[in-house]
T-cell receptor, first 111, second 115 residues
Framework: EDKVVQSPLSLVVHEGDTVTLNCSYE??????LLWYKQEKKAPTFLFML????IEKKSGRLSSILDKKELFSILNITATQTGDSAIYLC???????????FGKGTTLSVSS | GAGVSQSPSNKVTEKGKDVELRCDPI?????LYWYRQRLGQGLEFLIY????????KSGLPSDRFSAERTGESVSTLTIQRTQQEDSAVYLC?????????????FGDGTRLSIL
């Protein structure tokens, strides 16, 4: 059965800290891995990763994929209170017909 | 509109009633997806449409669930004879199309509460 596992499930840090969120997967017919940020409502798209070893970066956020070891990490540097959210990792199947989600990591950044 | 629009945003209903949830995708997006998010759980895939075709209904939790899409526009998810375990947030997403390498973009969801 396809599965996506995220760790830790929750994390509390202070403003300015750097955090690393983990996502491992066992999915047949892998196409891509995506990270989303979910605050109150809609998950908002962060990154889509398809190739190993190529870092994607957006401001203080970055992510990388290892297709050999079947995992990805999401890094957030110099965290701010606005980074508090649930971070969702999802793997897209080859046909692009569905995303398989992990349970998410709840990040709380205190000031 | 600029994003995926879902309505209603909240729905409270009594057990046994039917409910209809609506999703309006981003203009030009041919692929549309429905997910369910139960409290404390990850998003669970329900069904996808490419155009108005839904070739795989196996992700729907039971035969009380059905979904339709008109052309490449609005989709409705219908739950008949609702049960308390149907309480969840129902999220809709759209993308440019299957296999385009473009990400899914989500709406705000409908929070469904069954009393």
């Amino acid at each position: 059965e396809d599965k996506v596992v995220q760790s830790p499930l929750s994390l509390v840090v202070h403003e300015g800290d750097t955090v690393t969120l983990n996502c491992s997967y066992e999915v047949t017919n892998f196409r891509s891995l995506l990270w989303y940020k979910q605050e109150k409502k809609a998950p908002t798209f962060l990154f889509m990763l398809t190739s190993s070893g190529i870092e994607k970066k957006s401001g203080r956020l970055s992510s990388i994929l290892d297709k050999k070891e079947l995992f990805s990490i999401l890094n957030i540097t110099a965290t701010q209170t606005g980074d508090s959210a649930i971070y969702l990792c999802a793997v897209e199947n080859q046909a692009g017909t569905a995303l398989i989600f992990g349970k998410g990591t709840t990040l709380s950044v205190s000031s | 509109g600029a994003g995926v629009s879902q309505s209603p945003s909240n729905k409270v209903t009594e057990k046994g009633k039917d409910v209809e949830l609506r999703c309006d995708p981003i203009s030009g997006h041919t692929a549309l997806y429905w997910y369910r998010q139960r409290l404390g759980q990850g998003l669970e895939f329900l069904i996808y449409f490419q155009g108005n075709s839904a070739p795989d209904k196996s992700g729907l939790p039971s035969d009380r669930f059905s979904a339709e899409r008109t052309g490449e526009s609005v989709s409705t998810l219908t739950i008949q004879r609702t049960q308390q375990e149907d309480s969840a947030v129902y999220l809709c997403a759209s993308s440019l199309g299957l296999g385009t390498g473009q990400p899914q973009h989500f709406g705000d969801g409908t929070r469904l509460s069954i009393l």
